[in-house]
């Protein structure tokens, strides 16, 4: 009796596990598109600028299609956190010299 419900359990795990792993693949195909767009972004910033962000931006949407949740969000980090604590530690180390 314990056997035939261990064996009945392990075989409904695994036909949930193979439905699941059917569906993944329509789930992960539009969170991979948008990644794509959104680490531009941020290879961008790694350059030096937001404009290199943008300007990265720009180029991986003409190819992979407009991120709406991109555009919206790179430039207000880029400005109000990376562009603007990157002017205080420069002024905070050129005051320090």
Known sequence: MLIFLGLGTI????QNLV??????????????????????????????STANAMANL????????YSRV???ILPVVGALFIDFINVLMITGFLAFL
């Open 11 to 14: 075989f409904s795990l695994l």
């Open 19 to 48: 439905a699941i792993g059917l569906a993944k693949p329509l789930v992960l195909s539009p969170q991979l598109a948008m990644m794509r767009v959104s680490t531009s972004g941020l290879t961008g910033f790694a350059m030096g």
């Open 58 to 65: 720009d180029s991986i949407c003409e190819k992979f299609g």
């Open 70 to 72: 991109a555009y919206f």
